[in-house]
């Protein structure tokens, strides 16, 4: 499992000193690179928490899922608001289906 940034989409987070996925990442993963881009030091130390997917602004960073869970090539790719997250699904055959979860702040229940 491992993520897949999209540099042609990523802006490096503009003038912030810090990335959004950056500052996220609790593994202290990823890091902006020369060419001002989101880039990650290891894949192999991600653990596919999907902190970095949900907090980058413009979509630049997929979940890739593995094949034992779901078909090859299935990715996971997130938009947050305030309200909700929109989950997008897509698959090798380019499908896409979207999920959309409700924000909530752990506390409706109570
Ligand atoms: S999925 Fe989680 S552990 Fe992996 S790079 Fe993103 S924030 Fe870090
Ligand atoms: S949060 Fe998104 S736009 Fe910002 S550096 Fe990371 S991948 Fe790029």
């Known amino acids: 499992m491992s993520i897949f940034i999209n540099k042609n989409v990523c802006n490096g987070c503009g003038k912030l000193k810090e990335t959004l ?5 609790p593994g202290d993963l990823l890091f902006r690179n020369a060419a ?3 880039e990650i030091r290891s894949q ?3 653990w596919t928490c999907g902190a970095c997917v949900k907090a980058c602004p ?3 960073i997929d ?10 090539n299935v990715s996971l790719r997130a938009q947050c608001k305030k309200q909700h997250t929109v989950w997008e699904i897509r698959n090798g055959n380019g499908i896409k289906e ?13």
């Open 58 to 60: 413009v979509q630049a």
């Open 44 to 46: 192999a130390d991600c």
């Open 98 to 110: 979207e999920f959309v979860i409700p924000a909530t702040t752990g506390n409706e229940a109570k």
């Open 36 to 38: 001002h881009k989101a």
């Open 63 to 72: 979940l890739k899922l593995p094949s034992q869970i779901l078909k090859s």
């Open 21 to 25: 996925c950056e500052r996220i990442c």
